[in-house]
């Protein structure tokens, strides 16, 4: 399942202001609104000096995929997964899923903060990768899946998506620290144009999927196409227009 995508289907609970939606873009709305909160307290609370410390080992860990788990099970009582609601009529949120975002956008800022992104050991990191994606591979062994309500199921994914989200987030951040930033002027490229990468992707994907809709190919063959040529075209596609007037300062 792809965790980031919005609802093809309208929810009860999701009018928005003129029958309209923000797209793929709810996340990047979602995230601003996030930095907005985070600036604001900030500017209220003026922060400490900066205190470096040692990143959290395996017990620390633990006791944060079990507080997830147990939040994230709490809210999908109420709000399964692919409800989404309108908050102020404007931005669309699946609360199913808050409380992953929400905490991992506070962790971020507190191992920016305490130093954690940089002294994280990478054989720490590649166990926790392990566990994540192991967990990841075995739901495509076994019916894990769960939307939400007060069933064992529910509880088990909860926690079985935690262990999930917590293994590639800690992994894959020290696996780009150590073998990919700044490694050469692609990595450079993709890190300048993500941003606009991610929102001028939609037409290129889509023009690539029409292209060869009525062609009699497997699955895979259609996928590995538009992947092989969409994601060059879509960072080619930013890098334009980010050296356009008027959108560079936005992009």
Not at 83 to 101: D, I, K, M, T
Not at 115 to 134: C, K, Q, V
Not at 157 to 172: D, P
Request: charged share 10%.
């Amino acid at each position: 399942r792809d965790l980031h995508s919005f609802p093809t289907r309208r929810s009860s609970d999701l009018t928005l202001l003129g029958q309209q939606h923000l797209g793929h873009l709810w996340y990047l709305a979602v995230l601003l609104t996030f930095a907005l909160v985070y600036a604001a307290v900030r500017d209220v609370a003026a922060p400490g000096p900066t205190r470096i410390t040692q990143p959290p080992r395996a017990a620390g860990i633990v006791a944060f995929i079990v507080a997830l788990a147990a939040a994230t099970f709490a809210v999908r009582i109420w709000f399964s997964i692919d409800r989404w609601v309108a908050v102020l009529g404007v931005l669309p949120v699946e609360p199913a899923h808050l409380p992953q975002y929400v905490s991992w956008f506070a962790l971020g800022a507190i191992a920016r903060r305490r130093g954690w992104l940089e002294s994280m050991p990478s054989r720490r990191a590649m166990t926790w990768l392990a566990f994540g994606a192991a967990a990841a591979a075995a739901c495509y062994v076994w019916p894990l899946w769960s939307g939400g309500g007060i069933t064992l199921a529910a509880l088990r994914w909860s926690a079985w998506e935690s262990v999930i989200c917590t293994g590639l987030c800690i992994g894959l951040v020290v696996v780009f620290r150590d073998h990919v930033a700044g490694s050469g002027w692609v990595a450079r490229f993709a890190a300048r144009n993500a941003f606009a990468t991610y929102i001028f992707h939609i037409p290129v994907v889509l023009g690539l999927q029409l292209v060869i809709v009525h062609a009699a190919w497997p699955a895979m063959a259609k996928f590995c196409f538009v992947g092989a040529l969409g994601v060059p075209l879509s960072f080619l596609l930013a890098a334009g227009a980010r050296r356009t007037p008027g959108l560079r300062a936005l992009l």
